[in-house]
C-alpha cells in the first residue's frame, strides 16, 4: 500500500500527480499511473492493488482507499521503488533507490 499524506492547509489535486514502480532492482520503472481526486487539508488516502484484501487485513480503517489493480505501483512485494512523480515527471517523494 502507498498513503500520501497531505500537510498543508488547503486541499490537493491529486489529477497533477502519479506513482511510479521500479519492479525487483530494475534501473528503467513501469509507466506511471496518474491519480485523481482529492486530499483535504491534513488528510491522506491510501492506494491499493486490492480493496477487499485492504478491508480484510485493516477492517476497522474508516479513511479513503483508492483501488489501483494489480501490477501497478502499488502491487509490491517490498522489493521495489515507488515514487510520487508530480505533473512535470519530477521525483518529489520516493521509497527505495532503482536500479
Request: glycine share 12%; no cysteine; net charge negative.
Amino acid at each position: 500500500y502507498v498513503e500520501i499524506f497531505n500537510q498543508g492547509n488547503s486541499s490537493v489535486d491529486l489529477s497533477n500527480w502519479a506513482l511510479r514502480r521500479w519492479t525487483n532492482g530494475n534501473a528503467s520503472p513501469q509507466s506511471d499511473v496518474s491519480l485523481s481526486g482529492t486530499i483535504l487539508s491534513k488528510g491522506f488516502v491510501v492506494f491499493a492493488n486490492n480493496f477487499s484484501s485492504f478491508n480484510t487485513a485493516y477492517s476497522s480503517f474508516s479513511g479513503t482507499v483508492v483501488q489501483l489493480g494489480t501490477g501497478g505501483p502499488v502491487d509490491s512485494n517490498g522489493d521495489d521503488n515507488i515514487a510520487l512523480i508530480d505533473n512535470n515527471g519530477d521525483i518529489v517523494d520516493i521509497f527505495g533507490l532503482p536500479g
